[in-house]
C-alpha cells in the first residue's frame, strides 16, 4: 500500500511517517519503481508507536522495545513510576499557584524570592518544575529564521537596486531589466512565503509536534 493508505489506517500523518522512517523506527519496503511500499505490518508498528507517543515514551526508549533490548512490561513499570513523580511534581505547583493566588499578592507587592525558596526548597525534596529553557528554544527558532529571512531579502533587494542603478549607466532593454527584477521580486516572494510556512510550524511545535506520535 502507499503511504496516504498507511497514513489512513494508522491514523498517523505522512510527516509523522516519514519522521520515524529517518529515526530508524520503521523500515519501509521499496518497490522496483523506487515507491514505498507499506504492508500491516508496518501499519501496526505505526499504531504502536502513536500509542506509546501518547503515554509519553521517549523515542530512544520505543527503538529499545522494537529492537528488544528491553521488554515492553519493564518499559510500562518504569513509565508508570515516572508518570506518578510527574503527577506529584503537579500537584506541588499546583498547591503553591493556590496558595500565591489566597495570599492576595499584587504585581507590586509581590516577593518573588519568599516563594523561590518554598520553589527551591521543593526541589531538594525531588520536585520537577518547569523548565524555562524549553519554553525559548521556539523563540530562538522564531529570531533564526526571521533573521535569515531578512538577510536574504536585504540581500535580494540590493541586488535588484543595482540592477537598476546599472541600467542608468548603461541602459539595456526593457524586457530583460524586468525579467530579471521579476525574477529577484519573485525569489523574495519564496522567502517571505517559507518564512511564514515555518512560523507557522514554530508556533504549531514543528519537528516536536511531529515527533510526538
Known sequence: MKIQ???ELAGISKKNIRFYEKEGLLN??????????????????????????KLDFPLETIRDIFEKKVSLKSCMELQTEILHRRSKDYIIMSSLCEQMAQAGD???TILPELWLEQIEQCEKEGTVFMDVKKTDIHRKKTIGAVGAAVVM???FGIMIGLVMWANTQDPAPAGIIWFVVGLFGIVILGIVAAVISRMKEIKGGEE??????
Open 106 to 108: 499584587t504585581f507590586d
Open 153 to 155: 531579502i536585504t540581500f
Open 5 to 7: 493508505q498507511a497514513e
Open 28 to 53: 519501509v519496503t521499496r518497490a522496483d519503481n523506487g515507491y514505498r511500499e507499506y504492508n500491516l505490518e508496518d501499519v501496526n508498528r505505526l499504531k504502536l508507536i502513536k500509542l506509546l507517543r
Open 208 to 213: 516536536d509536534e511531529a515527533s510526538k506520535y
